[in-house]
Nanobody, 117 residues
């Protein structure tokens, strides 16, 4: 069992920046593929970015060049630096962990990001 706690969401004007953080419990962080997903009202939950245990990254086309995902294995945390925010980035952002050994998935409670124009 892995527990995930997100923080860093809030209200920001278009063009601004936010940094989301996700802290994972337990001692298996090095086996986890970490990701950030987002869900806007009436929309599907979509992948924003993910990072492997070896720190390979992947981004949705809509955020590439603006968002950066990173991990700190010594602190069992993952971050999402969001720059040049747009109103269409407004959503509930979820931290996800996938155990590469067994394929188990874990989800955080979500943190709200609202971008005003």
């Amino acid at each position: 069992q892995v527990e995930l706690v997100e923080s860093g969401g809030g209200l920001v004007q278009a063009g601004g920046s936010l940094r989301l953080s996700c802290a994972a419990s337990g001692s298996i962080f090095g086996f986890l593929v970490m990701g950030w997903y987002r869900q806007a009202p009436g929309k599907q939950r979509d992948l924003v970015a993910r990072i492997t245990p070896g720190s390979s990254t992947d981004y949705a086309d809509s955020v590439k060049g603006r968002f950066t995902i990173s991990r700190d294995n010594s602190k069992s945390t993952v971050h999402l630096q969001m720059n040049s925010l747009k109103p269409e980035d407004t959503a509930l952002y979820y931290c996800n962990a996938a155990d590469m050994r067994y394929g188990n998935n874990y989800w955080g409670q979500g943190t709200q990001v609202t971008v005003s124009s």
